[in-house]
């Protein structure tokens, strides 16, 4: 019998997929660039334009333009992870992407508006994004998601 997973395991050897979860830490990356930016934003306002200039990218989309030398064999193994650690992943990274696209148009009116109170919200939603970050990061390195029940994996595979 075929074993997918198993195969893929073995050519998993230097190489930063972890061989349990599939994933693979650099996607991480992505969401690191914003959580600083948004930290920093009240003391360097100018930083609005790398953080407008984000875009959410899929697991996929990110490793196709990094131009590292295991992107394709990442692409892979995202489609081979366990569902358990990619569901769990997959809903982290749906709440990061949710928090950083209305942090930026939060972050855009309190520069306008030079809004104290506001710049306060951006630097907790820096926070918040860090916390996820380390939980997506957790399941990478192959901790159960806390996130994930059979309805999560349900709905999550219903979709694919």
């Known amino acids: 019998m075929a074993d997918p997973q198993g ?14 979860s599939l994933l693979a830490t650099d996607y991480l990356n992505h969401f690191n660039e914003p959580a600083m930016l948004l930290d920093i934003l009240a003391d360097c306002p100018e930083s609005i334009e790398d953080l407008a200039a984000w875009k959410p990218l899929s697991y996929a989309d990110h490793f196709r333009a990094s131009g590292l030398s295991y992107s394709e064999l990442a692409i892979e193994a995202y489609r081979l992870a366990p569902v358990p650690f990619r569901v769990g992943f997959e809903l982290v990274v749906a709440e990061m992407n949710a928090l950083i696209t209305g942090a930026i148009r939060r972050a855009a009116e309190a520069i306008e508006t030079n809004d104290a109170a506001a710049f306060e919200k951006i ?19 192959g901790e159960p998601s806390r996130r994930v029940d059979q309805n999560a994996i349900d709905a999550l595979m219903s979709q694919n």
């Open 123 to 141: 630097k907790d939603d820096a926070q918040r994004l860090q916390a996820l970050v380390a939980e997506a990061g957790g399941i990478v390195q």
């Open 7 to 20: 195969r893929l395991r073995g050519r998993l050897t230097d190489t930063p997929i972890h061989p349990k």
